[in-house]
T-cell receptor
Framework: EADIYQTPRYLVIGTGKKITLECSQTMGHDKMYWYQQDPGMELHLIHYSYGVNSTEKGDLSSESTVSRIRTEHFPLTLESARPSHTSQYLC?????????FGQGTRLTVV | AQSVTQPDIHITVSEGASLELRCNYSYGATPYLFWYVQSPGQGLQLLLKYFSGDTLVQGIKGFEAEFKRSQSSFNLRKPSVHWSDAAEYFCAVGAGAGSYQLTFGKGTKLSVIP
């Protein structure tokens, strides 16, 4: 089973700040995903990657960007945070069609 | 703490046969319940969700699920399976409006034979 680590778990930050949410995995999975979740609601795919140097936008438009320089890391960056970015961000990997999930980062922009 | 159990790791059905994927949850209040499907190489796709009201929920691709509070279950069903339904299915439980808490089951892999 994959180990997926997301840091920080909780982040409260002021409007206009640049932030990077970290996601790392130890199992060498090629496919990685970022989902956004509002309280009580379903997940929405915002970014995915099929491997190093591969990144694609998901179904939900997002002002965030991602990079995949190494297999293990899939960080998500917001250049200028806004209150509308307040949400939970969940990182996941998949292997053989099976998904594995991180604990999530709860972001609050004030 | 909430938890989700999908008792079946792998199910194989013939094309055209009916399907039922089991999901049991543990949560103290009325949960928000979701079924997602992950096809190979794809992200999660929401099939259906239950928040309140009618306990039989219709979703996309001909799927439905029934919330049974007395059994703490939210089983996914489809009357006639198509080969394209082969995928991994995840049940998830949320703690309700205003909560970020979302717990996934470990998934059930569905194989469809011609």
């Amino acid at each position: 089973e994959a180990d997926i680590y997301q840091t920080p778990r909780y982040l409260v930050i002021g409007t206009g700040k640049k932030i990077t949410l970290e996601c790392s995995q130890t199992m060498g999975h090629d496919k990685m995903y970022w989902y956004q979740q509002d309280p009580g609601m379903e997940l929405h795919l915002i970014h995915y990657s099929y491997g190093v140097n591969s990144t694609e936008k998901g179904d939900l438009s997002s002002e965030s960007t991602v990079s995949r320089i190494r297999t293990e890391h899939f960080p998500l960056t917001l250049e200028s945070a806004r209150p509308s970015h307040t949400s939970q961000y969940l990182c996941a990997t998949s292997q053989g069609g099976k998904a594995f999930f991180g604990q999530g980062t709860r972001l609050t922009v004030v | 703490a909430q938890s989700v159990t999908q008792p079946d790791i792998h199910i194989t059905v013939s094309e055209g046969a009916s399907l039922e994927l089991r999901c049991n949850y543990s949560y103290g209040a009325t949960p928000y319940l979701f079924w997602y499907v992950q096809s190979p190489g794809q992200g999660l796709q929401l099939l259906l969700k239950y928040f309140s009201g009618d306990t039989l929920v219709q979703g996309i691709k001909g799927f439905e699920a029934e919330f049974k509070r007395s059994q703490s279950s939210f089983n996914l069903r489809k009357p006639s399976v198509h080969w394209s339904d082969a995928a991994e299915y995840f049940c998830a439980v949320g703690a309700g409006a205003g909560s970020y808490q979302l717990t996934f089951g470990k998934g059930t892999k569905l194989s469809v034979i011609p």
